[in-house]
Each structure stands twice: as C-alpha cells, then as structure tokens.
C-alpha cells in the first residue's frame, strides 16, 4: 500500500494495516483521527465489481450494519464511496478470532464453546427480533471474535439477508460446511443461522471442518465426531442445531442453551453455575437495577411520615418490578436508544464541521445527472458481455402472419 492510499476521508482515517481479505472485499486496521480511536475499515471494489449482486450486497451490508445496535455486534461508524471503491467504516473488535484460537489449541475447551453459545444466543436472538428479521448467513469461526474479556461477537455481515423471502430471485451465500441445506436452496432463515452456530461450535470443539467429519446421511455425525469428549447435553444441542430439516431444526439458538441450562449434571451443568462473564450493557443494566430497588427502599422512610395508606410505595414497587422484569429488557432498549442517539448527534456535529461546497447553479434544461464513476464501470462490464443482435437477424410475427410470434431467418 503506497503512503497516498493510507488516509482516506480527506485524512481523518489512516490505514495503519491489512486485517483480512475475502471474495467481496479487503479489511483494513485503522485510526479515526476525529474520535481518537481505532476502527476497522472495509473497502469493497465497487468499480471492478463481477456484478451488479456484489453492489447490492456491499450497500446492503452498509445498510443494515447501521441500523444495528447491540454489545455483541460491531459497531457502525459511517461508510462512504472514494476513488471508485465502497469503504464501511465500524468499531474494531479487539481480540482473537474462533478459527485462530481453534488452529492454536487444536480444539477449544467445552466451557469456551458454552460461552460462545450464550453470546451467539443473544446476539441472535436480537437480530431475529427485528422487523424484519436479519439473517446472518455466514456465521463461521473466521467471522467470530473473543474478546480479551471472554466474551464473543459476530463479525462480517457481508451476506447478511434483511428479509426472510427475497424478492426477484435469491442469492446462495455461505460457506460451504457452514452452510444450512435450504441456503443451497437461496431460502435463508433464522434457523439456518443456527445451523451455522452448531457448526461452528463443532468446528471448534473438534478443530476440523464440517465437512471432513463423520456423516450419518445428509447430517453430520456430532456424536461420532465427539467421541464422547463433551457432556451429553451439549451433545444433544449440537444435533438440534444441525438437523438438515429447516422445520425440524429449532429456529431460536435461546431456546437450546436454556435448555441445556436445566440439564444434569457434567461440564455444562458446571459451567451454568459459575460467575458469568458480563458485556458493558450488563454491568450498567444491572447498576440501574440495583439503584432502582436503593431508591425504593429510601422511599419508605421519605413517604411514610406524609402518607397514611403505603398505596403510592406498592404502585412504586410495581414499576420497580416492570423496569427490571426480564433481565432488565426495558433498561437494555432505553440504553440502545440513547446509544444510538448519541452517535446520530456525534456524526451531526462531525458533518457540521465540514465545509459544505458552493452550491452550483444549474441551466434551466441541464442534461440529468450522470451514474457515479463505480457505477457506469459495472454497467459497462456488463454491456460488453451481453451478446450482439442485428436487426436483419430477426422479424417480427406481425409482418409475416403465417409464421411464428418471433422466428430466425433460415
């Protein structure tokens, strides 16, 4: 990389190295000089694109990466389109990748894979959660990070799908292994995303692909690959996950690891009863919970002396329980929203700061604008291999009426 190409943005992003490459597009480790903090950067070669396809999934990546907002999921910072090429710019997950951690260890230990499992579960379960549901498509250990405080976020949403049925044709995208059977199918759904997850965590238990364990039919042999190694009801989670049949296969990751919370005894009962690893959401919804039930219970001293019937100290008690109710879920969105706010205003005051161009003055007939330099490339790749027609070569049924709607001359 020449000294010209490490800053991109008029400078506010230097390029400090080269994270990864994949088939849509380079990841680069880099500074965002205006926060002061480091970010991962990929560039998509929008103007060298095979197709229109790889455009869309670039944007779309782009897109819905935006409007996500969870601790186990990287973080947007803004994307923008310079020298012909599509640039995402996000948070950089410190850490170490599931495919990196698995090829030094040779196979990770069962209480690392439960932990991958909760985080996977609630990163999932968030995504499901939206209208409409986002589907991942490629989870694999390559696009897993563990971070240096044990927890693990889903990375790479390059083929992510932003609605259960896509409209005008589908698009298979995986990898193989990986891969739920109805992806090859171009039907990608939350459950194949939790086929992937089972996957994964076998790949990782095993340190070896997929498709180079034992088969029993279409559906790999998590039994025969395990050999006993793990407790039976990881076992038994990991068949769920990898049933072949998308209507037999459970389609919510919470629903096995709560099961597997309730199940007797070995590494994974052990593992449910030791202190959890907390994200930075955990430790301030559960600061607010805690602070919550103090202001409750300094109430009473407060209101009691002014109030003869404790009516207003229960209907507090009440709210106090509805805040708090299912892990603190209302206390999790307000915290998403105001996150999500506060970025919004930081990127406003960014853009503000920036000097807008001289507005330029338009002909009164001025020709329509032209496509972006990325997009006439692609459009003109296309044109040059589409096959050429002469108009001698056919004729229309309507001048010969006795022949076919559209025929070729002999």
Request: with cysteine; hydrophobic share 40%; charged share 25%.
């Amino acid at each position: 990389m020449s000294e010209d190409e490490r800053r991109l943005r008029d400078g506010r992003y230097v390029l400090r190295g080269l994270l990864g490459e994949g088939s849509q597009g380079s990841t680069f480790d880099a500074v965002d000089t205006a926060a002061a903090q480091p970010v991962a950067i990929k560039r998509f070669g929008v103007r060298g694109a095979r197709s229109w396809k790889d455009v869309e999934l670039a944007e779309r990546e782009a897109r819905v990466l935006a409007s996500l907002s969870h601790p186990l999921l990287p973080k947007y910072v803004e994307h923008f389109e310079e020298d012909g090429s599509l640039y995402l710019v996000m948070e950089k997950i410190e850490g170490e990748t599931l495919d990196a951690l698995r090829l030094r260890t040779g196979g990770v230990s069962e209480e690392e894979i439960l932990r991958f499992l909760t985080c996977a579960a609630d990163a999932l379960g968030y995504l499901n959660s939206r209208t409409p549901a986002v589907v991942h498509r490629d989870v694999k250990p390559r696009n897993v990070v563990r971070r240096p405080d044990g927890s693990y976020v889903l990375v790479d949403f390059g083929a992510v799908a932003e609605r259960m049925k896509p409209a005008g044709g589908s698009t298979v995208v995986g990898t193989v292994g990986f891969m739920a059977p109805e992806q090859l199918q171009g039907r990608a759904m939350p459950a194949s995303d939790v086929y992937a997850v089972g996957a994964t965590a076998l790949a990782a238990l095993t340190g070896r692909d997929p498709e180079t364990l034992p088969h029993r039919g279409l559906r790999v042999d998590a039994r025969a690959a395990l050999a006993g190694r793990v407790s039976e009801p990881l076992v038994q989670a990991l068949e769920q996950m990898l049933e072949p049949d998308p209507d037999v296969r459970p389609s919510s990751l919470g629903t096995i690891v709560a099961r597997m919370r309730h199940q007797e005894p070995g590494q994974a009962g052990k593992f449910w009863k030791k202190k959890r690893v907390l994200t930075h959401e955990d430790r301030q919804v559960r600061s607010i919970q805690g602070l919550s039930w103090v202001v409750w219970g300094l109430g009473w001293p407060m209101v009691m002396p002014t109030q003869q019937e404790p009516t207003i100290m229960f209907a507090w008690l009440i709210v106090t329980i509805i805040i708090n109710w299912n892990h603190g879920a209302l206390i999790r969105a307000a915290l998403r929203e105001f996150g999500r706010a506060k970025d919004h205003r930081l990127r406003e005051a960014e853009m503000a700061r920036v000097p807008s161009p001289r507005p330029r003055v338009e002909p009164e007939h001025a020709p329509p604008a032209p496509l972006p330099q990325a997009r006439v490339a692609v459009t003109q790749q296309q044109q040059q291999q589409q096959p050429e027609f002469h108009d001698d070569e056919f004729h229309d049924a309507n001048d010969d009426p006795g022949g076919a709607k559209r025929e070729r001359r002999s």
